[in-house]
């Protein structure tokens, strides 16, 4: 199902349940500046609704959940009318807020994934690391200072924000590129299938933490 763009609200309903293995989360987030709430599934088909009057943002989160084979619902409202700012990196952090619950105590997990993905010229590479240290290592330089009306330096943010949501480790590299659409949309695609890899069960060791030193 496509992802759907809307400025109404939409209703979120969590379908976590004891029931079901599948791995899901809804996490509510209330500042002065934002208020953003998430249901995802880990162990989704790709399906994505939006309530985000970020329309370039809600785009490059649709490639995430498709490659990502996640699950979606998103509805964020911000201070736009001072600038996107806070609501694109509240949206990292609750994204990845939601992603850490789904995930649990990461017993079974493969717990490392990484991706390179071309789109014509441009070439980009996603590491991601589930370690318990938040950090987001960044290596992209933007052709352009804008995409449409978005800031290019937005996307930092966004990415600083869900690695430290989701305390995980994140390693992002443009390679190499010329247009800023391409660009972005490498980096967002190569971030959904790295997801996807790091946070699929790992049939060798379904009931092992992947670490030595026995915490995550």
């Given at each position: 199902?496509?992802?759907?763009?809307?400025?109404?609200?939409?209703?979120?309903?969590?379908?976590?349940?004891?029931?079901?293995?599948?791995?899901?989360?809804?996490?509510?987030?209330?500042?002065?500046?934002?208020?953003?709430?998430?249901?995802?599934?880990?162990?989704?088909?790709?399906?994505?609704?939006?309530?985000?009057?970020?329309?370039?943002?809600?785009?490059?989160?649709?490639?995430?959940?498709?490659?990502?084979?996640i699950d979606m619902?998103?509805?964020?409202?911000?201070?736009?009318?001072?600038?996107?700012?806070?609501?694109?990196?509240?949206?990292?952090?609750?994204?990845?807020?939601?992603?850490?619950e789904a995930l649990?105590?990461?017993?079974?997990?493969?717990?490392?994934?990484?991706?390179?993905?071309?789109?014509?010229?441009?070439?980009?590479?996603?590491?991601?690391?589930?370690?318990?240290?938040?950090?987001?290592?960044?290596?992209?330089?933007?052709?352009?200072?804008?995409?449409?009306?978005?800031?290019?330096?937005?996307?930092?943010?966004?990415?600083?924000?869900?690695?430290?949501?989701?305390?995980?480790t994140l390693h992002?590299?443009?390679?190499?590129?010329?247009?800023?659409?391409?660009?972005?949309?490498?980096?967002?695609?190569?971030?959904?299938?790295?997801?996807?890899?790091?946070?699929?069960?790992?049939?060798?060791?379904?009931?092992?933490?992947?670490?030595?030193?026995?915490?995550?």
């Amino acid at each position: 199902m496509a992802a759907r763009y809307q400025k109404d609200a939409i209703s979120i309903v969590s379908d976590r349940k004891l029931n079901t293995p599948k791995r899901t989360a809804t996490i509510k987030r209330e500042t002065n500046e934002t208020r953003i709430e998430i249901s995802l599934c880990l162990d989704g088909s790709g399906k994505s609704r939006f309530s985000l009057e970020v329309p370039f943002l809600a785009h490059m989160l649709e490639q995430v959940t498709h490659h990502g084979f996640i699950d979606m619902d998103l509805r964020a409202v911000g201070d736009l009318h001072v600038d996107a700012h806070h609501t694109v990196e509240d949206v990292g952090i609750v994204f990845g807020q939601a992603v850490a619950e789904a995930l649990g105590d990461k017993v079974g997990i493969a717990r490392y994934g990484h991706a390179y993905v071309p789109l014509d010229e441009s070439l980009s590479r996603v590491v991601i690391d589930f370690s318990g240290r938040p950090g987001c290592f960044w290596q992209v330089e933007f052709p352009c200072e804008r995409i449409g009306s978005f800031d290019t330096e937005l996307f930092q943010e966004f990415f600083r924000g869900f690695a430290n949501g989701a305390a995980a480790t994140l390693h992002v590299d443009n390679l190499r590129g010329q247009n800023g659409h391409h660009v972005a949309e490498t980096i967002f695609k190569a971030f959904g299938r790295a997801l996807g890899m790091a946070s699929a069960p790992d049939a060798r060791g379904l009931e092992m933490l992947p670490s030595t030193k026995g915490l995550l």
